[in-house]
């Protein structure tokens, strides 16, 4: 069975400091990928990013970027330039074995961005 | 906006009531997720469409639980003698073909029992 582990419950950066979320994974997936989403205080996930096991460069999108390390089964979240609106929980996320391929998720990660 | 909608986004019941939520997924997705997040947690699945085939239910549905999607397009998900520990955010996802494409989540339902 899939599983994820964020081990820090909880977070703190200054603003325009960069902050990495960690997360670990544990598949018997071949073929997988990592999704991280955040979710804001009002409740709705938020898709940042992806990245596949069999991509070889690291996942960017904009301030996101993915540092996937497939030996040591990481994949941790690093948000650049932090901004107050970063404020929230980061959930990262694995497909099912089952194929049915819904997310597996970890417990999540509370981002506090101080000005 | 991800293009999901989901009703309502609030609902107090109270216990032994039962109660229904919908969920309209991007009209071009076939599939369908729904999930249960408690407090402090993240999501968790709870059962899985394809078109109208309820193909997957996880151990978290309980028979008071039942989801449908009828013409393969909206999905209700009903609650049944609602308890206090039903009381969570009920999210609905729908992703894009293919095996790895990202979900599009719902703003989700929040669900308390008094």
């Known amino acids: 069975a899939q599983k994820i582990t964020q081990t820090q419950p909880g977070m703190f950066v200054q603003e325009k400091e960069a902050v990495t979320l960690d997360c670990t994974y544990d598949?018997?997936?071949?073929?997988?990928?990592l999704f991280w989403y955040k979710q804001p205080s009002s409740g709705e996930m938020i898709f940042l990013i992806y990245?596949?096991?069999?991509?070889?460069q690291n996942a960017t999108e904009g301030r996101y970027s993915l540092n996937f390390q497939k030996a040591r089964k990481s994949a941790n979240l690093v948000i650049s330039a932090s901004q107050l609106g970063d404020s929230a929980m980061y959930f990262c996320?694995?497909?099912?074995?089952?194929?049915?391929?819904?997310?597996?998720f970890g417990s999540g990660t509370r981002l506090q961005v101080q000005p | 906006d991800t293009g999901v909608s989901q009703n309502p986004r609030h609902k107090i019941t109270k216990r032994g009531q039962n109660v229904t939520f919908r969920c309209d997924p991007i009209?071009?997705?076939?599939?369908l997720y729904w999930y249960r997040q408690t407090l402090g947690q993240g999501p968790e699945f709870l059962t899985y469409?394809?078109?109208?085939?309820?193909?997957?239910k996880s151990r978290l549905l309980s028979d008071r639980f039942s989801a449908e999607r009828p013409k393969g397009s909206f999905s209700t998900l009903e609650i049944q003698r609602t308890e206090q520990g039903d009381s969570a955010m009920y999210l609905c996802?729908?992703?894009?073909?293919?095996?790895?494409?990202?979900?599009?989540f719902g703003p989700g339902t929040r669900l308390t029992v008094l």
């Open positions: 996320a694995i497909p099912r074995d089952t194929g049915r391929r819904a997310l597996t």
């Open positions: 598949t018997s997936d071949q073929s997988y990928g």
């Open positions: 990245q596949g096991s069999y991509d070889e």
């Open positions: 009209s071009e997705h076939n599939r």
């Open positions: 469409f394809q078109n109208e085939a309820q193909l997957e």
């Open positions: 996802a729908s992703p894009l073909s293919g095996a790895f494409n990202e979900q599009f």
